[in-house]
């Protein structure tokens, strides 16, 4: 079955740093994958997401993501954090027939130091 | 384009009550998943909607029950309140053609007392 892992649950940055988080999947066919940003009380927002081609993706809010094939990794990367970017993030992985295929990771928190 | 909307935000309900809770998709979004999240187990999926239909379902019990209307909007429904089933409740639809790139709502809160 297909999985995600996020290893931290807690990440702290302070404002203008960069941003590294780390997801693992598995999953036995070639997966898509996505990350999503969930504000306190709010609903998820879609950042990025990779189907195929170009392994480097661009996403809103200055955000882009690597998919490796070899290390079953898609990490999101932010070249310099605003304190509005602290929320709760989510990477997920699915295929075009979705369903309970869909998987989301357990979430990592961010926190931005001012 | 209008985004995902739910209603109602927030709910308080009692052991045993059921609820309804309803979600409208995106103009021209006909696939509409509905998701429970708690801090416990995470973002979970119940089931997605497509056409009137139920296409997929996740792994929770018959409590749990949906439906969609010809124009795309979907309710669900929890019979039998448990104090478990406090949680937010997303719902998300997809466009034609991309069923696994989902735009969510804000959710709605259940609190069961």
């Known amino acids: 079955a297909q999985s995600v892992t996020q290893p931290d649950i807690h990440i702290t940055v302070s404002e203008g740093a960069s941003l590294e988080l780390r997801c693992n999947y598995s999953?036995?066919?070639?997966?898509?994958l996505f990350w999503y940003v969930q504000s306190p009380g709010q609903g998820l927002q879609l950042l990025l997401k990779y189907f195929s081609g170009d392994t480097l993706v661009q996403g809103i809010k200055g955000f882009e993501a690597e998919f490796k094939r070899s290390q079953s990794s898609f990490n999101l990367r932010k070249p310099s954090v605003h304190w509005s970017d602290a929320a709760e993030y989510f990477c997920a992985v699915g295929n075009d027939n979705y369903g309970q295929n869909f998987v989301f990771g357990p979430g990592t928190r961010l926190s931005v130091l001012p | 384009k209008a985004g995902v909307t739910q209603t109602p935000r927030y709910l308080i309900k009692t052991r045993g009550q059921q609820v309804t809770l309803s979600c409208s998709p995106i103009?021209?979004?006909?696939?509409v998943s509905w998701y429970q999240q708690t801090p416990g187990q995470g973002l979970q999926f119940l089931f997605e909607?497509?056409?009137?239909?139920?296409?997929n379902k996740g792994n929770f019990p018959g409590r749990f029950s949906g439906r969609q209307f010809s124009n795309s909007r979907s309710e669900m429904n929890v019979s039998t309140l448990e104090l478990g089933d406090s949680a937010l409740y997303l719902c998300?639809?997809?466009?034609?053609?991309?069923?696994?790139?989902?735009?969510f709502g804000p959710g709605t809160r259940l609190l069961v007392l």
């Open positions: 909607y497509f056409s009137e239909t139920q296409r």
């Open positions: 103009s021209g979004h006909r696939s």
């Open positions: 998300a639809s997809s466009p034609p053609g991309q069923a696994s790139t989902q735009y």
């Open positions: 999953y036995g066919a070639t997966p898509y």
